[in-house]
Each structure stands twice: as structure tokens, then as C-alpha cells.
Nanobody, 124 residues
């Protein structure tokens, strides 16, 4: 049974930092590209970042480039999202997802497995 479990969310002031973790079980993480998505209150889910199987290729939402960094540790079956210079508009539930086919995609429909998400709230 595949599970993706996110952690690391919380309440932070604007300009602060958080590191989200996504721990996978029931699959070999090195065989999956991984993505982070977010859904703010009253908003559609949007792509945030993706990382290829070995970590050599990454993609980012334009508004987070230079502030967020996605990384992975396949030995620990864990993917991270390092978030710096957080803004109130980054407030959302952040979810990780695993894709067995592509090397990284922005399309939510391409992902096979999803976590439940972790809440990130940025106060002004």
C-alpha cells in the first residue's frame, strides 16, 4: 500500500522559512519523479515544483523561483520543499505527489499517488 505523508507545515511570519518533507512508503522512491502542489483557500490546486527521479531536473512555478527549492533523498524515501522568503500568498495546503512515468511534470493528472497535505500559513 503506497503512502505519501507530508510534514513540516505550520504558521510563519512573512519573510520566514519552512521545510516540508514528504516520506514515501510502499514504493521505491527512486523510480518516481515527485511533485509539490498547493491549494489556497478558494483557489484551484496549482503546481509548485517537481524533481526527476535522480534529482537532476527540477521545475518551479514562476512565483516561487528563487525562493523555493525541491530536493530528494532516495535513500530515505523522502522529498523536501525548502521554502524561504515566504509571502502571505503562499498560504495553502501543500501536497506531494509521485509520478511513475515522466521525469517531472506540472500536470496534476499525470501523478499516480498523492499525500494528504500539510497546511502552511504565512502571516503578514
Amino acid at each position: 500500500q503506497v503512502q505519501l505523508v507530508e510534514s513540516g507545515g505550520g504558521l510563519v511570519q512573512a519573510g520566514g522559512s519552512l521545510r516540508l518533507s514528504c516520506v514515501a512508503s510502499g514504493l521505491t522512491l527512486s523510480r518516481y519523479s515527485m511533485g509539490w502542489f498547493r491549494q489556497g483557500p478558494g483557489m484551484e490546486r496549482e503546481f509548485v515544483a517537481s524533481i526527476s527521479w535522480g534529482g537532476g531536473a527540477t521545475q518551479y512555478l514562476d512565483s516561487v523561483k528563487g525562493r523555493f527549492t525541491v530536493s530528494r533523498d532516495n535513500a530515505k524515501n523522502t522529498v523536501y520543499l525548502h521554502m524561504n522568503s515566504l509571502k502571505p500568498e503562499d498560504t495553502a495546503v501543500y501536497s506531494c505527489a509521485a509520478d511513475r512515468i515522466s521525469s517531472g511534470t506540472m500536470r496534476a493528472s499525470d501523478y499516480d499517488y498523492w499525500g494528504q497535505g500539510t497546511q502552511v500559513t504565512v502571516s503578514s
